[in-house]
T-cell receptor, first 114, second 111 residues
Framework: DGGITQSPKYLFRKEGQNVTLSCEQN?????MYWYRQDPGQGLRLIYY???????QKGDIAEGYSVSREKKESFPLTVTSAQKNPTAFYLC?????????????FGPGTRLTVL | GEDVEQSLFLSVREGDSSVINCTYT??????LYWYKQEPGAGLQLLTY?????DMKQDQRLTVLLNKKDKHLSLRIADTQTGDSAIYFC???????????FGSGTRLQVQP
């Protein structure tokens, strides 16, 4: 089965800790994205990557970091510099070529700061 | 920057039609999308429309696009309780090849 997996489903972090959210896809997609969702708000773009070993900041990159060492993996680290990290985090992927940018989403990780 | 706006809430009775509206600002958008999100889940693509089309129909779903007014709508015919969810419209940020999402419309279907 092709798709996007995110782990863990729920994550708890103490203040001052870094945590890493996993995102893996077996769709052979070039592009991958991280979004943050807060209640009553749409999705906001954190980071995106169009190709392996390259990534760009989105609209709310401060306090986050990513890596793209493999095509199928795009982990997101929430650092202690992110002051309000409690949110629902969604990973997505798409075929980069062409203008049709249909994105496929993972099931999400809910991060809570204790 | 780009902006996509939606109303926050819509309540309908089972069997009625639902119409969810969206406006966007980016006139260069090529594709516009409708996604559905059920509680605690990721987003599921429902349908999309290319910017040179006025209408697209897919079973119970009808998408209307008014490019002049930058207005997009999603009509769900014969709305069922299983349609209760949050619906997001999104347009393509052609520069970054990412999507810009609206804030989502929560659809409540009453039996």
């Amino acid at each position: 089965d092709g798709g996007i997996t995110q782990s863990p489903k729920y994550l708890f972090r103490k203040e001052g800790q870094n945590v890493t959210l996993s995102c893996e896809q077996n769709l052979n997609h070039d592009a991958m994205y991280w979004y943050r969702q807060d209640p009553g708000q749409g999705l906001r773009l954190i980071y995106y990557s169009q190709i392996v070993n390259d990534f760009q900041k989105g609209d709310i990159a401060e306090g986050y970091s990513v890596s793209r060492e493999k095509k199928e993996s795009f982990p997101l680290t929430v650092t202690s510099a992110q002051k309000n990290p409690t949110a629902f985090y969604l990973c997505a992927s798409s075929i980069a070529a062409g203008t049709q940018n249909e994105q496929f989403f993972g099931p999400g990780t809910r991060l809570t700061v204790l | 920057g780009e902006d996509v706006e939606q109303s926050l809430f819509l309540s309908v009775r089972e069997g009625d039609s639902s119409v969810i509206n969206c406006t966007y600002t980016d006139s260069s958008s090529t594709y516009l999308y409708w996604y559905k999100q059920e509680p605690g889940a990721g987003l599921q693509l429902l349908t999309y429309i290319f910017s040179n089309m006025d209408m697209k129909q897919d079973q119970r779903l009808t998408v209307l696009l008014n490019k002049k007014d930058k207005h997009l709508s999603l009509r769900i015919a014969d709305t069922q309780t299983g349609d209760s969810a949050i619906y997001f419209c999104a347009d393509t940020d052609t520069g970054r090849r990412a999507l810009t999402f609206g804030s989502g419309t929560r659809l409540q279907v009453q039996p």
